[in-house]
């Protein structure tokens, strides 16, 4: 299980890296079109475009990470164990069954 749990961990990391990567070139893309767009609206608003969306795929690739990480922390160490139901003979103390 721990195999499984490292290596979907090692994927994702990789994967957060190819995103993390590409939404940084893309950013400085947009930062270019922004800087050299000489006073045209157009194009600075195609650069700042460009800037906010690369901004928001890092942070939505962030927060992916995080909930893959939680559920693979949830799955590999899981806070409740689940043991056999208790037998209802050695429970003992039945309240007489009164309803309150």
């Given amino acids: ?3 499984l749990v490292q290596t979907i961990s090692n994927l994702v990391g ?17 930062a270019y ?16 475009t460009a800037m906010l969306t690369a901004l ?6 962030m927060v992916a990470f995080g909930v893959v990480e ?5 799955v590999a160490n899981p806070v409740v164990e689940i043991d056999a139901p208790p037998d209802p003979a050695s429970a003992g103390g039945s309240d007489g069954g009164d309803g309150g």
């Fill in 1 to 3: 299980m721990s195999d």
């Fill in 14 to 30: 990789i994967l957060l890296g190819v995103v993390g990567g590409v939404g940084v070139a893309y950013f400085v893309f947009g």
């Fill in 33 to 48: 079109q922004y800087l050299t767009a000489s006073g045209a609206p157009h194009q600075m608003e195609r650069g700042k």
């Fill in 70 to 74: 939680l559920v693979i922390d949830a």
């Fill in 56 to 61: 928001a795929g890092i942070v939505l690739a």
